[in-house]
Each structure stands twice: as C-alpha cells, then as structure tokens.
C-alpha cells in the first residue's frame, strides 16, 4: 500500500508579493526549486505563520537568485506580502522506500536565501 509523506519542505520562506491579478499559483525562486527537489507544476501546500491560513497551489519557476515567493491569483488573498510561509510537497511511498528516507528540508534566511539544506 502507498502512504503519503512529505517529500520536500521550504521552511519559513517570506513573501516577496502577492498578485491577485494572475491565473494562479505560487512563483518561488529557481534555486529554492533545485535545493528542495519541488518541481515547477508540482501540488503544493502553503502554511501562512502569521494568519494560519493552510491551501493548496501549484508551483511556478522563478528567477533563479532573486528570492522570489509570490503568490498568484486566488492564492494572493490568503498572505500579505511580508508573511512567513512553509512550502510543503507530499509524494507517495510504499514501506520499503521508507527505511531510511528524509525529506528535502531549505531552511532559509529573510530575504530567501538558503541558510540549510536537510
């Protein structure tokens, strides 16, 4: 049987922008993409820290160094620019592929850059 665990993690991330006049999603920062193995199109949940605000989006690519979290569409009424965000993808596993699994884990910094990789 598949169970769902988390896959990767972006931790503590600071919104850069929040652009209700978009199709949707979340842009984050190329380099956050790599570090953490998110792929751009991937499910993803996004916890706000500073309202409690939990929903799901899907990912956009940014430019690689700039730092980028941006919230697209719908999703931008959910955090205000300045927030703390933690970006989580899920996938599914089966028992055996859990014996010694971690997930990706980028800790970052205020501006969003990576300060850890787990």
């Known amino acids: 049987m598949l169970q769902e665990f988390i896959s990767s993690k972006i931790h503590r991330a600071t919104v850069t922008d929040a652009n209700l006049n978009y199709v949707g999603s979340i842009t984050i ?8 193995n998110i792929k751009e199109w991937q499910k993803v949940d996004i916890l706000n820290i ?28 959910k955090a205000q620019k300045g927030d703390k965000v933690i970006i989580i993808a ?5 028992p055996d592929e859990m014996k ?11 501006n969003n850059q990576i300060a850890e990789c787990h």
């Open 90 to 94: 899920y996938g599914l596993y089966n």
């Open 29 to 36: 920062d190329e380099d956050l993409l790599r570090a953490s």
């Open 50 to 77: 500073n309202n409690g605000e939990r929903f799901h989006t899907y990912v956009i690519k940014g430019k690689a160094g700039s730092g980028q979290i941006c919230l697209n569409g719908a999703a931008a009424r």
């Open 100 to 110: 010694n699994y971690k997930p990706s884990i980028v800790i970052v910094d205020d």
